[in-house]
């Protein structure tokens, strides 16, 4: 069974596949380590060494931020905007969109959600 941050990995697949379960590397960056580690992008997960798989490990923790640690950092950003009560804070105290979409004719699910909350 192999392992890539503590989580098992189909070891019939192709590594730059298997990186793109992880929430936070995209296709593209999953070619970019592997091109930083000197893997091809057609190398399966099963053809890598114990080193190759240490390696991946180690890049992986000390250069991105992926899964739980992402969504600590996203959630935190998002706090600290609430905290300071600006514009993009209030929109997403409410649950409104941020962006500058339009809610006039978008966003109904949101706001469904939200009448369904504050109703009594």
Known sequence: MYYILNKP???QNLIVITLCTFKGISYKMAILICAQLGFGKKALVKELTK???DSLNRFIK???LVNAD????IHGRIQKLRNLRGYKGLRHKKQ???HGQRTRSNAKTN?????KRFSR
């Open 96 to 98: 409104l969109p941020v």
């Open 51 to 53: 080193y190759h798989m």
């Open 9 to 11: 990995i189909n070891s």
């Open 70 to 73: 992402l969504t600590r950092y």
């Open 62 to 64: 000390q250069y991105l």
């Open 111 to 115: 706001k469904l959600k939200r009448k």
